[in-house]
């Protein structure tokens, strides 16, 4: 009898033990969604060759909470308005959706990443981002940009499929995809309301490393050597 309680007692505090790891286990991967890093996947085909579709991607929540965006980076953000169509909600299994939403509220799942778009930095508030010059290329404060992870037509295409020439506001960015003549970027929200910049505040984070599938494994590159001599030069 004695034995048959101590072994009752071991059972019970096993149980105990594994409930509290898989509640931390939870607890902490939702304090790392929110505050940290987070799982998206991409739908489109927009930012190819850098990011294919049905690529896992890890995002660092900390930009821009923390550290500010810069020119090159891939960035996740809302959508700022109008740039993605109406989502059609089909009928779905309930339990399947339950699981769904629970693995997505604690990060494990990408379930919401059709509500966001991905796309690279090319301009920062303040700079001046025209397309194009004389050889096709885009230009920051002036300075034409050779960009290695652009996918362009051959045969001499221009690096946008429309012409622009703005300021990008204070509070917000100019962003294009890398395959650009199959991406809904910046360059063709000019029309909106907010004329194709995106508000920094709309920024989930940015990318730094695809995860899956492992033969797609990297990190993310920012291209920085692409936007050096960008820096907008200070009046004295």
Same mark, same amino acid.
């Given at each position: *009898?004695?034995?048959?309680?101590?072994?009752?007692?071991?059972?019970?505090?096993?149980?105990?033990?594994?409930?509290?790891?898989? /509640? /931390?286990?939870?607890?902490?991967?939702?304090?790392?969604?929110?505050?940290?890093?987070?799982?998206?996947?991409?739908?489109? @085909?927009?930012?190819?060759?850098?990011?294919?579709?049905?690529?896992?991607?890890?995002?660092?929540?900390?930009?821009?909470?923390?550290? @500010?965006?810069?020119?090159?980076?891939?960035?996740?953000?809302?959508?700022?308005?109008?740039?993605?169509?109406?989502?059609?909600?089909?009928?779905?299994?309930?339990?399947?959706?339950? *699981?769904?939403?629970?693995?997505?509220?604690?990060?494990?799942?990408?379930?919401?990443?059709?509500?966001?778009?991905?796309?690279?930095?090319?301009?920062?508030?303040?700079?001046?981002?025209?397309?194009?010059?004389?050889?096709?290329?885009?230009?920051?404060?002036?300075?034409?940009?050779?960009?290695?992870?652009?996918?362009?037509?051959?045969?001499?295409?221009?690096?946008?499929?429309?012409?622009?020439?703005?300021?990008?506001?204070?509070?917000?960015?100019?962003?294009?995809?890398?395959?650009?003549?199959?991406?809904?970027?910046?360059?063709?929200?000019?029309?909106?309301?907010?004329?194709?910049?995106?508000?920094?505040?709309?920024?989930?984070?940015?990318?730094? @490393?695809?995860?899956?599938?492992?033969?797609?494994?990297?990190?993310?590159?920012?291209?920085? @050597?692409?936007?050096?001599?960008?820096?907008?030069?200070?009046?004295?």
């Amino acid at each position: *009898m004695e034995r048959s309680r101590a072994s009752g007692r071991r059972h019970w505090r096993l149980g105990r033990d594994v409930a509290l790891i898989f /509640v /931390v286990a939870v607890l902490a991967s939702f304090l790392m969604k929110t505050f940290v890093v987070r799982s998206f996947y991409i739908p489109s @085909a927009s930012m190819e060759n850098t990011l294919h579709v049905g690529d896992r991607i890890i995002v660092n929540e900390l930009v821009p909470k923390l550290t @500010a965006v810069h020119r090159g980076d891939i960035v996740v953000f809302r959508d700022p308005g109008g740039w993605l169509p109406e989502t059609v909600h089909t009928e779905s299994n309930p339990v399947a959706s339950v *699981m769904d939403a629970a693995l997505s509220f604690v990060g494990i799942s990408t379930q919401d990443s059709s509500q966001y778009l991905v796309k690279r930095v090319i301009g920062v508030p303040g700079d001046h981002v025209t397309c194009c010059n004389a050889l096709g290329q885009l230009t920051v404060n002036g300075s034409p940009l050779s960009e290695p992870y652009a996918v362009v037509p051959s045969g001499g295409a221009k690096a946008a499929t429309r012409s622009f020439d703005v300021v990008v506001p204070s509070d917000s960015i100019w962003v294009m995809g890398d395959n650009r003549y199959n991406s809904r970027d910046s360059s063709l929200n000019q029309e909106l309301p907010g004329k194709g910049f995106v508000p920094v505040k709309d920024v989930v984070g940015k990318a730094v @490393a695809i995860t899956w599938p492992i033969e797609h494994w990297a990190l993310v590159d920012s291209y920085p @050597a692409t936007f050096d001599g960008t820096s907008r030069q200070v009046s004295s």
